[in-house]
């Protein structure tokens, strides 16, 4: 209860003592009346009061959820973004690997069976196996400079080229092991036509 209320409380009092036709107010009246609106003000002062310390507690207690809320999505998306990035360089690492010790395997193998004798279309297929090899640890190769490049473009808020790029990046390496796929294959049924020959 602010200072008008008061006043237009003392206002009220007066203009209905006054319709009940009296002409003069008490002295003690009017004290206890005014005692009872010092009252009636100090309590409306500890509810605005109590009213004011819900209103900022609620408010407090809300910012504190969102800030929490954000910090936790802000980890939750470092952590999905750094499994991203680790996943991504195992795949890179095993393509390379696994093309790259095909090849040269494949190679030791070729240069042992021509020295003891095998047909041409054998080494030839086993020839275009280790090629495709290459190319695979050449394709690995290459997803990593464009992995490189997309994280440069993600850095500098390049968004749209950054994905572009990383599409690319994800291309290479799902070509690198088809053509691991494919020239396993192609080396096996070279294998099958040598040892048949035998």
Avoid: P
């Avoid at 090629?131 to 997309?150: D, E, H, N, Q």
């Avoid at 808020?157 to 572009?164: C, D, F, L, V």
């Amino acid at each position: 209860m602010n200072a008008i209320d008061v006043v237009n409380e003392v206002k009220k009092a007066l203009l209905q003592t006054k319709n009940g036709g009296e002409v003069s107010v008490s002295i003690d009246a009017m004290d206890n009346f005014m005692d009872q609106l010092g009252t009636q003000a100090e309590q409306s002062k500890e509810i605005d009061k109590l009213q004011h310390s819900k209103i900022l507690a609620e408010f407090e207690a809300e910012n504190s959820r969102s800030i929490a809320y954000s910090q936790n999505a802000t980890a939750h998306s470092l952590e999905m973004f750094k499994a991203v990035i680790t996943a991504g360089q195992a795949a890179l690492k095993a393509s390379m690997i696994i093309n790259g010790g095909a090849a040269a395997a494949l190679l030791a193998f070729t240069g042992k069976i021509w020295n003891e004798g095998s047909s041409i279309a054998v080494t030839s297929a086993l020839s275009q196996s280790i090629l495709l090899f290459c190319f695979g640890v050449l394709a690995a190769a290459f997803a990593s400079g464009t992995t490189y490049i997309s994280q440069y473009c993600f850095a500098n808020k390049y968004i749209k080229s950054g994905s572009a790029i990383n599409g690319v990046s994800i291309i290479s390496v799902f070509g690198s092991f088809a053509l691991f796929c494919y020239s396993s294959i192609n080396a096996a049924s070279s294998f099958t036509a040598h040892f048949a020959g035998l």
